[in-house]
């Protein structure tokens, strides 16, 4: 029932940019905290960006300070990381991420990843 559907990925040059997309269904988006993370082949995946269920607080990881910037639009159920001045070091998977944490527990719901492939 819960998904979440990444889009935008692909090819890029170094120093292009990139919009990702996620939609949100099956859940409470506007509840959610959102993220996205990445995966590089042979490393950890890092968290990248999170927004808050609101959209009033946003950060990120110091290697894509100034260049990414992560939106939300709620009536839409959507999340978004614009990609710009990328390099060959983005290269990944990036994952779009919900989470949220009450009473029940802690709700953590991954999307199927999309490829962004930064050549050099």
């Known amino acids: 029932q819960v998904q979440l559907v990444e889009s935008g990925g692909g090819l890029v040059q170094p120093g292009g940019s990139l919009r990702l997309s996620c939609a949100g269904s099956?859940?409470?988006?506007?509840?959610?905290?959102m993220n996205w993370y990445r995966q590089a082949p042979g490393k950890e995946r890092e968290l990248v960006a999170t927004?808050?269920?609101?959209?009033?607080?946003?950060s990120y990881v110091d290697s894509v300070k100034g260049r990414f910037t992560i939106s939300r639009d709620n009536a839409k159920n959507t999340v978004s990381l614009q990609m710009n001045s990328l390099t060959p070091e983005d290269t990944a998977v990036y994952y779009c991420?919900?989470?949220?944490?009450?009473?029940?527990?802690?709700?953590?719901?991954w999307g199927q990843g999309t490829q962004v492939t930064v050549s050099s």
């Open positions: 927004i808050t269920s609101a959209g009033a607080s946003t």
């Open positions: 991420n919900a989470w949220y944490k009450d009473w029940r527990g802690l709700k953590n719901y």
């Open positions: 099956g859940f409470t988006f506007s509840t959610y905290t």
